[in-house]
């Protein structure tokens, strides 16, 4: 059964189809505001900038736009250390441009996703500068405290702290403090309904003035046990997946459902670190009244070390599990629940750095294989700015071009210990989050386009090569191919809504799958490989139209798809 609140359908007055839904279909585009247009010469980027762009990122064929956090912040972590939930950070602009930014994308048929960021705000907000005051103060228990007198607390890892401890002490009251995060990211107590009510309330805010939905920021983390038990055994090595089972989550969620989300018509996405696949229905199911969809972090952990994921492993990086991510994920919501998909975002290296080959003579081509996947899966496609045009790792050697504070933390923690530093920055060469948030290249001018002045961080210096401008004029551009993709998926329903079954599971170079509804069938093949690679047309099927191909050569060779390096094909079957 399908709750009325999910039953978005984009038509008003028709009856809503069971099982479809306008946030099933759309496809979103993730805007980094930091980096993609600055409008004031300051090297920021803002939403002036955006709205500046506007028909542009419509010309893409996307239907929703995700932006990162834009609220007031003293920007320790980017925006996701808020420090004013209602206001815009003046380096983005103001609440007018915002207006402004939010008409500009409904008049376009644009939906805008924001970020929710309500694990943890920052130390700098009113709330924590109250609770840190004093131990009575009524703002206490808006965060997680534990008394010095009672010794130290328990064991928390924190993701951004310099010593990987998240608990500081604040001398004030005595007392540590919780923050999975940065020390400047104290972790709100969703256990006082103060708290949830608050957050409630500022949802309430931004619905009201007619965003389409949240993006949920470590949402699985916001229960906590509160008597912090010392972390189970059987977490050491992965609390992550610890922090995502609080006692209390799922009945946050439904409360947040009830309260808030059920009275719009709008799309929620958590972010859903440490989430298995055994609990994925817990978050989405529809008759569980939580959330429509979350990210899974599988996909963002092939090519990196099992143990330690600020490390990338060359030899986790076989084409048959990342198969098997796909093909799990797809399965877990073959009746209940949907899925995402998306291969980059702020938190990632760059697409084609990553699962793509960005040496020159196979970038183009597979940035456009993958662009085949991202829009080939049964699940809502996320695709991240610049991705579009393939833009690939920026690949810093010098720590002092870092800007994130988890490689710059990082890096100090290892450099105090005396660890592995040359490992280190080979490794953030490839995985840095900062790879995934350089300057959107708009031309081959100076700052691409983005900046008249110095950049907040550097632009990739092959703007030259890689822009919008180049890519609008040449038709076989991976920007012309994304377009047309998008196009396809749009035009049949069975890229979106068919079944998904894998083919040859254990071929090592093609990834090729069917998609099938309603009578109609479809063979998506891509090569993962430099040296292509071969599949077959399943039993019972002959090769039909080739819909799509990123290569001119047709690879339909009988009963054989024979893929040249990275080639990428949709083809349509006939049954035999
Ligand atoms: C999420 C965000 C990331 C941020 C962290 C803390 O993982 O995607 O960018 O640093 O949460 O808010
Ligand atoms: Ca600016």
């Known amino acids: 059964m399908f709750l009325a609140s999910n039953c978005n359908n984009p038509s008003p007055g028709s009856p809503p189809q069971p099982g479809k839904a306008w946030w099933k279909e759309a ?11 600055d409008s004031n010469g300051d090297g920021v980027g803002d939403l002036q900038g955006i709205l500046q762009r506007l028909d542009y990122i419509k010309s893409l064929g996307v239907d929703v736009v995700w932006l990162n956090p834009i609220y007031q912040s003293p920007n320790d972590d ?15 602009g103001t609440m007018e441009d915002f207006d402004a930014l939010l008409a500009g994308m409904h008049q376009r048929g644009i939906k805008l996703v924001m970020d929710l960021v309500v694990n943890h705000c920052s130390d700098e907000h009113e709330w924590f500068k109250q609770s840190r005051s004093s131990r009575d103060n009524p703002y206490r228990d808006y965060f ?12 928390r890892w924190s993701f951004f702290d310099e010593e990987e401890n998240a608990w500081r002490f604040d001398s004030t009251t005595n007392a540590y403090y919780l923050h999975y995060f940065s020390r400047k990211q104290p972790d709100l107590n969703w256990e006082n309904p103060k708290v949830r009510q608050e957050v409630y309330d500022l949802m309430k805010f931004w619905l009201d003035k007619g965003v389409d939905g949240f993006r949920m920021d470590v949402i699985p983390f916001i229960s906590k046990d509160t008597a912090f038990p010392p972390l189970p055994a059987e977490y050491n090595g992965n609390f992550v997946a610890y922090y995502a089972k609080g006692p209390r989550l799922h009945e946050y969620l439904q409360e947040m459902n009830r309260e808030v989300l059920s009275r719009y018509d709008v799309m ?3 972010e859903g670190a440490g989430v ?14 939580e959330l429509q969809t979350f990210f899974q972090f599988d996909i963002a952990g092939w090519g990196r070390r099992a143990d330690n994921f600020l490390l990338p492993d060359p030899h986790n990086r076989r084409l048959p599990d990342l198969k098997a991510i796909f093909t799990k994920w797809d399965k877990v919501f073959e009746n209940k629940g949907w899925g995402t998909v998306y291969l980059g975002n702020h938190d990632q290296s760059r697409m084609v750095s ?33 991705d579009e045009l393939g833009m690939t790792n920026i690949r810093f050697t010098d720590i002092a071009d870092y800007r994130d504070l988890q490689t710059i933390n990082t890096y100090n923690r290892l450099k105090q210990e005396g660890g592995n530093l040359q490992e280190f920055m080979e490794g953030q060469a490839e995985v840095s989050r900062d790879n995934g948030r350089t300057p959107m290249q708009w ?19 092959n703007l030259t090569i890689i822009n919008t401008e180049a890519q609008e004029k040449d038709p076989n551009s991976v920007l012309h191919y994304f377009r047309r993709m998008i196009q396809l998926r749009k035009a049949e329903p069975a890229l979106v809504y068919g079944k998904y079954e894998l083919i040859d599971a254990e071929n090592p170079e093609v990834y090729s799958y069917t998609r099938s509804l309603d009578g109609k069938d479809f063979l998506v093949a891509l090569s993962f490989s430099t040296e292509g690679g071969r599949t077959i047309i399943p039993d019972g099927f002959k090769a039909g139209e080739i819909r799509i191909n990123n290569l001119e050569k047709s690879p339909v060779q009988g009963g054989a798809i024979v893929l040249e390096p990275y080639q990428a094909v949709v083809l349509e079957l006939h049954k035999q």
Request: glycine share 8%.
């Open 27 to 37: 496809v979103v585009y993730q805007i980094y505001p930091r980096s993609f247009q």
């Open 78 to 92: 980017n925006g996701y250390d808020i420090s004013d939930y209602r206001a815009i950070m003046p380096e983005m």
């Open 144 to 155: 997680h405290w534990w008394p010095a007198e009672k010794g130290a607390p328990p064991k």
């Open 268 to 270: 929620t996405v958590g």
């Open 276 to 289: 298995s696949i055994e609990d994925a229905l817990l978050y989405v199911d529809e008759n569980r009244g």
């Open 354 to 386: 990553r699962y793509g080959n960005d040496a020159p003579p196979y970038r183009e081509t597979s940035a456009k294989m993958l662009h085949t996947l991202l829009l080939t899966q049964r699940a809502t496609p996320y695709i991240y700015y610049g």
């Open 443 to 461: 031309n081959a001018g100076t700052n691409a386009g983005f900046t008249s002045v110095t950049p907040w961080i550097k632009v990739n210096p």
